[in-house]
């Protein structure tokens, strides 16, 4: 795998078609989804970027969110500390929330463990800005889903297969990747809004 991705590494486009199949992403025409009505005519949609270490991945991550305009999602194991409790992006999130009418962030976790293991400045960000930020543990169903992603509004995304690895993809201005991915989201979101009011850390 290294070998393949040293070799393409040089040509974005050639990159991106070899890795989209490993992980399960499929383009549609542009600003359409398939099996879904034809939208009005969008700009092309980006090219994908393919990401090789944790650090482009914090960095496609900040880029992500701070391109949001109303609505962030996070599909995350365990609230991931070295993407999400970082400095750079916790301030991103906040300036987000306080800078953008009916701002949101909703974060879906498998562990609840996390939400009481002690000191993390997301959750602490979360409690201070409940109007704003909501986590929910993923309903049961769900906790064997493996990738973990970040979404801003319906544009842009950064998606990884398997949330314990650094390979992944992202796509700053990419609605077709980005929508397929948030109708994953928001179907395990409303399955998973049962929690006990102790896991929650704020209620819509």
């Given at each position: ?94 300036r987000f929330v306080l ?106």
């Amino acid at each position: 795998m290294a070998r393949q991705m040293a070799a393409t590494r040089g040509n974005p486009l050639k990159t991106t078609s070899a890795r989209l199949a490993s992980f399960a992403l499929e383009d549609a025409p542009s600003g359409t989804l398939a099996g879904q009505p034809s939208r009005e005519r969008e700009p092309a949609a980006e090219t994908l970027h393919v990401l090789t270490t944790l650090e482009e991945v914090r960095t496609a991550t900040e880029t992500v969110a701070a391109s949001g305009q109303r609505l962030i999602s996070i599909m995350t194991p365990d609230l991931e500390p070295d993407i999400y409790d970082q400095a750079p992006l916790l301030d991103i999130l906040k300036r987000f929330v306080l800078g953008h009418s009916f701002a949101k962030v909703r974060v879906l976790i498998r562990d609840q463990a996390r939400l009481v293991s002690g000191a993390n400045h997301f959750i602490a960000m979360a409690h201070r800005l409940t109007s704003y930020l909501e986590i929910r543990v993923r309903a049961p169903q769900y906790h064997a889903l493996t990738a973990a992603y970040c979404i801003a509004d319906d544009r842009a995304i950064v998606y990884r297969l398997r949330a314990d690895r650094s390979e992944g993809i992202a796509g700053f201005n990419n609605p077709p990747i980005a929508r397929q991915f948030l109708q994953e989201f928001d179907a395990v979101w409303h399955a998973s809004g049962g929690e006990e009011p102790e896991v929650r850390v704020a209620r819509r």
